[in-house]
Antibody, heavy 118, light 107 residues
Framework: EVQLVQSGAEVKKPGESLKISCKTSGYTFTKHWIGWVRQMPVKGLEWMGVIYPDDSDTRYSPSFQGLVTFSVDNSISTAYLQLSSLKASDTATYYC???????????WGQGTPVTVSS | EIVMTQSPATLSVSPGERVTLSCRASQSVSRNIAWYQQKLGQAPRLLIFHASNKPTGIPARFSGSGSGTEFTLTINSLQSEDFAVYYCQQFADWPRTFGQGTKVEIK
């Protein structure tokens, strides 16, 4: 069974940094893209980008380029999303997911709620 | 960037009814579209990919159709567990983009 388990909810102050983890199991981690999606409060889904664990090929959506960083640790089948210099507008739930050939999410993590507040 | 526009924003329906949700792309995406269901407080779930294909485990009452710029998600005989928000997403071009969602609520 494919599973993606994300790290827990976070509360941060403006200017701080954050790294969310997405631990996977049930499939060959290095052979499937991992993607990230942002969902701001009471809003829709936004495609942030994807990373291919085998070679760390990364594709960021223009709206998120330079604002976030994707990484992986293949030894523990885990992907990471890093956000730096947090702002209140980064308050959202962030989802990871397995992405079919960089096309669509076929499995999802449970989401990590992030609150940025002074 | 391809803009995906869903209509209506909200649909009020009774259990047992047939529901049709629309998604329009700003340019042709061929059949490179997926549909997701998101229930309150939960992660999205893949319902349809490549316009009309279903992953294992998706009930037969869900179906997708369309090509080019016009797409439809149909739910036959709506069940109580189907009240949720539905999103379309294109994967014909980069960046991948979602529609803004259609909320299916109880009438």
């Amino acid at each position: 069974e494919v599973q993606l388990v994300q790290s827990g909810a976070e509360v941060k102050k403006p200017g701080e940094s954050l790294k969310i983890s997405c631990k996977t199991s049930g499939y060959t981690f290095t052979k499937h893209w991992i993607g990230w999606v942002r969902q701001m409060p009471v809003k829709g889904l936004e495609w942030m980008g994807v990373i291919y664990p085998d070679d760390s090929d990364t594709r960021y959506s223009p709206s998120f380029q330079g604002l976030v960083t994707f990484s992986v640790d293949n030894s523990i089948s885990t992907a990471y999303l890093q956000l730096s210099s947090l702002k209140a507008s980064d308050t959202a739930t962030y989802y990871c997911g397995r992405v079919d050939f960089d096309n669509f999410f076929d499995n999802w993590g449970q989401g990590t709620p992030v609150t940025v507040s002074s | 960037e391809i803009v995906m526009t869903q209509s209506p924003a909200t649909l009020s329906v009774s259990p047992g009814e047939r529901v049709t949700l629309s998604c329009r792309a700003s340019q042709s995406v061929s059949r490179n579209i997926a549909w997701y269901q998101q229930k309150l407080g939960q992660a999205p779930r893949l319902l349809i990919f490549h316009a009309s294909n279903k992953p294992t485990g998706i009930p037969a009452r869900f179906s997708g159709s369309g090509s080019g710029t016009e797409f439809t998600l149909t739910i036959n005989s709506l069940q109580s567990e189907d009240f949720a928000v539905y999103y379309c997403q294109q994967f014909a071009d980069w960046p991948r983009t979602f529609g803004q969602g259609t909320k299916v609520e109880i009438k």
